[in-house]
Structure formats: structure tokens, C-alpha cells
């Protein structure tokens, strides 16, 4: 890079620039506002200002510390004040020129009487305008040895050689109608911006530009996912609908109807649904799921439903073999034909593995339930319609689509019980049509939740062996460790025997960790189930997605260290009986933030007000937690603005309904661009 040392092309590198356009793209982080200039005479302590001045005299002192302290007295016709900064010992003062004018930014404090400036920036006066003073400043972040003035000074450079040359990869008329500045102009007044307003249009340009690479990259790959139109068309539901609601004890929520009818209506139509449902734990997704295998299987077609447990998947086949029980009965009235759910785990053996296999290929089981085991086996199905994917979060697109690829073109419905915030469906999930339940069944009983100090553990304790005293058991989550899996396990191991040895000798306490075989897990899962062990500890891995309706105490420790959405899906995992439930967060820390977050989980049971509380405060990249990848990392826009996202996707959405490879001449930079974001994320296939 021309004007630039190979050792500073060096540190730039630590900092990920390589080219000419990655510093155009290196923003500063904020700007000092310097605009303020006034003559000496008028200056005021304690807020940013500038003066034009001339050094009077310059003093230099070793300080106790080793450093030299500069201070110069400057001056301009209306008065005279002072500057200090500290330098190591090779400064050569020199640097600070007198006789001619200077410009000077910063906040002076009043040091003796004296309004003085500490460790202003400074610069010479020229004509052609000012880098380090008198304006908005760019500040940028540094890497070791590299310092703020070189850098400035070298991106003041770069901009004005290199930004007018940029080409704009967005069409003019696009530009136009969304009232963007031009990508030279933005690139320039985003590093040396006139004014705020401009910084500001500039800020959202770039910003515009990073959320459409994502919009165009999601809806390319929407248009491909329901670009066939060979999907079964499944349009029975009104054989459906109402005699099995008749069935039901309770009628369905009006959310639950909502989202039921958006299914309803993509099933009947020969382009593959793709589509996510999402609703709080307990919220009813299970029901709808059901509703629509029912259709599905009335129309002609097999469904698949895949879990990511064995205990989820053995769960879900006995909930649903429940509901369908007497559905024969009305879908086939005198046929005395019943509908067959089928479990395909891992623990069958090989034989009822062969003899459930050869079942599904020729169409005798009607519902097949099961867990990965369903893509690792040569499962093949009759006539697959619908495949329905428990608690997406654990399963990646691949695997999505290796059993997408079992049927023809099968319609997919993807469940979770994670809210996501409208912005991040917008964003991350903009592949899939979203329908929410927003609402629970009448008549549930809130979890009681109370944020506990350390020193409330004993208490906590003791209302833990009276809820076991009346026959109720407990959860304990160990607190979320980031180091490695082994140190959780040390931690997880010792809660466990310190619970069990010095807190609860009279009870059967129980330990669940990643570590554990599948197996080992579902063994203690069931254990628990039963009844057998009163408490089961827990890592915070390790999610308990299971029904155990006579649990009624989920204790969390460190719960400060966990985002509102897992606290929440921790507490999900009461209440699910009768019985009044409590959740009881413990937390060491005692920061304000901390506690009103904490607090904010006492007051809302809303899984989504929770979930954008959460991605307000800690960022889509926290929101998932460790393991979910596929969040792209974005230096200009912000996955939390609504309103930009949405404009940005019905940009996008016109884009791509025009030209959905974006292969006409004016879209051809962008397309590039698109490619280029996406393969630095390395996830969309
Ligand atoms: P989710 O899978 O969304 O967490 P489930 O489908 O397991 O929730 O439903 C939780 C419980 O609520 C189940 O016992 C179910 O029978 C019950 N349920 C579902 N829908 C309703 C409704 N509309 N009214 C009353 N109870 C309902
Ligand atoms: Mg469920």
C-alpha cells in the first residue's frame, strides 16, 4: 500500500488490513467533536474546544516516573493558556513548533489558575483544512505500536486518494429511492465527516449496504428452497381440522389457530413449505405439529418428526401416539384402520431397527418419530410429505437438509422454543417463513421467581426439602463455565457431591454433564423422571428439554452469567403440572446491571420481551450462546434495528423477485459483494 512502511503494513495486518479497501472499510469507533473553536480569551473549562495559537515557551521536566512532562504556554491575541502532555524520555521536543500557528483540540481544566489543556492533539495550521483538531476526529482502535495520529494522518490520505474512486456497487436508482449517499461520499464522510448529519447518512449507508448482503444472500437461498414446485399438495385440512379439535379437551389459542392456519395454507400449495414455528416452552407447539402430520397423512402422506434427544424423541412419540389414538376413527370411519407412529432411535436393536425400516419404505407407519438416527440409517419413506425438525437450534442446515432429502420435496416445519426477535428472524432465519404463538393456554400458573445473594443459599435449601418433604423434586443448574469442558466438569462433580454429602444426605441427588455418553444421559434423565433421584444437578450445557411435571424448583446458580432467553428456558422447565412452581436465581454479583437484569426475569414471564431485552444488551452473537454459528459478524449495522432491517428487506425482496440471481448488468457488483460477505461468513451453502 503506497504511503504506507512495510512495519506499519505489519501492525495494520494484526488489525486484518491487507488492502487498500479493508482501511477504507476500517471505521474509526467514534469521533471527538473539536468543532468548538474558540479565541483564548473565551474558553471554558471542562468541555472539548480548539483555539488557534502560537507556543509561547516550551518547559520540559523529568517526572518522578521517568517520563518527561512538556508544558508549553500558548497564546493568541485574546490571552494566553497552557498544554502538558508526557512523553518517555527520547521525545525530541522539537516536534512543537513555535512561530507559527497551531491549532490545538481538547478539554482544558483550570490547574493553578490556569486553564490548561492535559494532553491535547494537536496539529499545525494549513489551509486545506485540519486531521487531528478543530473538527469531528476520527478515533480509530490501535494495535501495539501503532499510534493514533500516524493512522489518522495515513487514512486522511487514503481516504482522499482512494474513496472517490470506489465504484458504487448499488444501482443509483436504489440509492435514490432509499435516500443513500453515494459509497464514495459515505466511505469519505464516515472516516472525516462535516458535519454529524453527514456522519450519520454515512453510518447508514454502509450499514445498508452490510444488512442487504445479508438480505439478498437469505432470499436467494428462500427463492432456492421453494423454487420447485413439485411439493405434495396436502390439502385435506378440512377433514381435519375440526373433528380433531373435537378430540381435544380444550379448544386452541387464537395464536395456535393463527399459526396452525399459515401451515394449512403452504400446505396446500405445490411449492415446499419452509418454515419455522415459534412459541415458549409450554406455549402448544406440540399440537399444532400434530394437526399438520394429520393433514398430511389425510392427504396421502407419511411425516417425519426428528428430536434431539432420544428422551425428547421418546416424549414426543408417546404425546402424539396420544392425540392420534382414536384419529382412525375419523379419518377412516368404519375402516378400523388406526394411525401408526413409529420411534426410530438408536437404542433399538438391530432388528426392530430393520423391521421399523422396512415399515416406513412401504408405507405402513403413518407418523415417524425419531432422532438423528433418522438421517444416519438408510431410512427411506413411501411417500414423505412433511418433515418437521424438533428444537432447531441443535440442528445445523445440513442436517436440516439431508432429511429434507428423503422425500421428494417435502414440506418442512422447523419448532422452537427460543424466542427469536423479530430482527434476528428477519435476519438469520430469512430463509424460512416464521409463524409465532404468542400466547399460552389459559389458566397457567406463573413461575414464582426470586433473585437470591449467596448468602440466601441455606434458605433456598430449606424450601428445596419441603417442596421433596411434599413429594416434589428439584433442578439444579451449576453455573456456566467458559474455560473448557473439563473444568465444568470438576465444577459440576463437586457441586454434585457437596450437595449431596453436606446439603441434602437424606435425599437421592442426581449429576447430568456433557461429558456423558447419550446413553449415560438418558439413564439419569429417567432416573429423574421416575422419581427416583429428588434433585438432579446439572450443567448449564446440557439442556433438559424434558417433561418431569413433578418438578417444582429449578434453583440457578451464578444465573447472572446466563442471557435472559436461557434463564427463561431454564424456567420452562417447571411448571409444567399442577403444582405452583418457583425458580430461584442465585447470583455472587451484587453489580446494579447485573441485579436489574436478573430482576427483569422476575418480573416477565414473555419469552419475547425477554429475548430483545437480551439481544439489546448482549448482541446477537451472545444471544445464541457458544455454540450456534451462522451469525454473521457486522462492523457497521446492528442486528437490533427494526425499522433499517425492514427496509433493507423489502429492498431486497424486490431485488430478488426481479432478478433472482441478480444476473442483470447493474447488479453485478452487488451479486459479487453478496458472494464475497457470505463467503467470509462460511455459512450459507
Ligand atoms: P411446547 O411444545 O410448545 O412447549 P406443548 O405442545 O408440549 O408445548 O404443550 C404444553 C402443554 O399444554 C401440553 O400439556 C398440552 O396438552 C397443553 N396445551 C396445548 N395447547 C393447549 C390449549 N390450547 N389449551 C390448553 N392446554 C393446551
Ligand atoms: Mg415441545
Redesign the pocket.
Known amino acids: 500500500m503506497r504511503g504506507i512502511g512495510s512495519a506499519n503494513a505489519g501492525k495494520l495486518a494484526r488489525l486484518g488490513i491487507a488492502t487498500i479497501e479493508d482501511l477504507l472499510y476500517f471505521v474509526p469507533h467514534r469521533h471527538l467533536d473539536y468543532r468548538d473553536v474558540r479565541p483564548v480569551g473565551e474558553l471554558e473549562p471542562d468541555r472539548p474546544q480548539t483555539v488557534l495559537v502560537q507556543v509561547w515557551n516550551v518547559q520540559v521536566a523529568t517526572t518522578r516516573n521517568r517520563l518527561l512532562r512538556i508544558t508549553a504556554t500558548l497564546n493568541d491575541p485574546s490571552g494566553a493558556c497552557q498544554a502538558f502532555w508526557f512523553r518517555a524520555r527520547d521525545y525530541i521536543s522539537a516536534e512543537l513548533p513555535t512561530g507559527v500557528p497551531i491549532l490545538v483540540s481538547g478539554t482544558p481544566e483550570v490547574q493553578n489558575g490556569i486553564l490548561t489543556f492535559p494532553d491535547p492533539d494537536w496539529e499545525v495550521y494549513r489551509v486545506e483544512g485540519a486531521v487531528h483538531t478543530a473538527r469531528l476526529v476520527p478515533v480509530y482502535h490501535l494495535t501495539a505500536g501503532l499510534n493514533q495520529r500516524w493512522l489518522r494522518r495515513s487514512m486522511q490520505r487514503v481516504v482522499a486518494d482512494y474513496a472517490p474512486r470506489v465504484v458504487d456497487h448499488l444501482p443509483a436508482s436504489l440509492r435514490d429511492q432509499h435516500h443513500l449517499l453515494d459509497l464514495p461520499r459515505a466511505l469519505m464522510q464516515r472516516h472525516f465527516p462535516e458535519s454529524e448529519s453527514l456522519l450519520e447518512q454515512a453510518t447508514r449507508r454502509l450499514a445498508f449496504d452490510e444488512l442487504l448482503a445479508i438480505q439478498l444472500g437469505v432470499l436467494q437461498q428462500r427463492h432456492q428452497w421453494r423454487c420447485p414446485s413439485d411439493a405434495p399438495v396436502l390439502e385435506a385440512a378440512e377433514r381435519v381440522l375440526k373433528p380433531f379439535a373435537d378430540t381435544l379437551p380444550?379448544?386452541?389459542?387464537g395464536a395456535?389457530q393463527g399459526a396452525l392456519a399459515e401451515i394449512v395454507a403452504d400446505l396446500a400449495r405445490p411449492q415446499p413449505m419452509h418454515r419455522l414455528l415459534q412459541?415458549d416452552?409450554?406455549?402448544?407447539?406440540?399440537?399444532v405439529a400434530t394437526t399438520a402430520m394429520l393433514i398430511a397423512l389425510a392427504s396421502g402422506y407419511q411425516s417425519v418428526l426428528m428430536a434431539p434427544t432420544e428422551i425428547l424423541a421418546e416424549q414426543h412419540a408417546r404425546t402424539v401416539g396420544r392425540l392420534v389414538e382414536r384419529a382412525g376413527e375419523w379419518l377412516w370411519p368404519g375402516r378400523r384402520r388406526q394411525v401408526t407412529v413409529g420411534l426410530l432411535t438408536g437404542s433399538l436393536s438391530r432388528g426392530e431397527k430393520e423391521e421399523l425400516v422396512a415399515a416406513v419404505a412401504d408405507g405402513a407407519v403413518d407418523l415417524v418419530i425419531g432422532t438423528h438416527a433418522l438421517i444416519q440409517e438408510p431410512v427411506r419413506f413411501a411417500r414423505l410429505g412433511l418433515v418437521i425438525v424438533d428444537e432447531q437450534h441443535r440442528f445445523g442446515v445440513a442436517q436440516r437438509a439431508r432429511l429434507r432429502s428423503k422425500g421428494e420435496s417435502p414440506h418442512t416445519l422447523v419448532m422452537t422454543?427460543t424466542p427469536i426477535p423479530r430482527t434476528l428472524a428477519l435476519t438469520i432465519y430469512g430463509d424460512l417463513d416464521v409463524s409465532t404463538i404468542d400466547e399460552l393456554?389459559?389458566g397457567r400458573q406463573p413461575i414464582v421467581t426470586r433473585c437470591l445473594g449467596p448468602y440466601e443459599r441455606p434458605r433456598a435449601y430449606q424450601f428445596i426439602r419441603q417442596q421433596i418433604q411434599q413429594g416434589r423434586q428439584a433442578f439444579v443448574i451449576c453455573p456456566l463455565v467458559e474455560e473448557s469442558a473439563k473444568v465444568e466438569l470438576r465444577a459440576a462433580t463437586a457441586e454434585h457431591e457437596r450437595l449431596q454429602r453436606d446439603v441434602f444426605p437424606e435425599h437421592r441427588v442426581g449429576l447430568l454433564h456433557g461429558r456423558m455418553k447419550a446413553d449415560e444421559k438418558d439413564a439419569v434423565m429417567r432416573a429423574f423422571q421416575r422419581g427416583e433421584l429428588h434433585i438432579l444437578v446439572s450443567t448449564a450445557v446440557v439442556e433438559v428439554g424434558v417433561d418431569v411435571p413433578n418438578a417444582t424448583v429449578m434453583l440457578i446458580e451464578g444465573a447472572d452469567r446466563f442471557g435472559l432467553a436461557q434463564l427463561h428456558q431454564f424456567r420452562g422447565r417447571v411448571g409444567r403440572g399442577a403444582q405452583q412452581s418457583y425458580c430461584l436465581l442465585v447470583s455472587e454479583s451484587r453489580a446494579p446491571e447485573s441485579l436489574e437484569r436478573l430482576a427483569t426475569v422476575e418480573r416477565t414471564h414473555d419469552g419475547f420481551r425477554l429475548a430483545e431485552e437480551d439481544l439489546r444488551l448482549r448482541g446477537p452473537g451472545e444471544f445464541f450462546g457458544r455454540r450456534q454459528s451462522g451469525v454473521p459478524e457486522l462492523r457497521h449495522a446492528t442486528l437490533n434495528d427494526v425499522q433499517m432491517i425492514t427496509e433493507v428487506r423489502a429492498a431486497a425482496t424486490a431485488l430478488i423477485d426481479g432478478d433472482p440471481d441478480l444476473a442483470s448488468p447493474e447488479h453485478r457488483l452487488l451479486a459479487a459483494r453478496t458472494r464475497a460477505f457470505w463467503r467470509g461468513e462460511g455459512e450459507l451453502s
Open positions: 380444550f379448544s386452541l389459542t395456535q412459541g416452552v409450554g406455549s402448544g407447539k406440540t399440537i422454543a393456554p389459559p
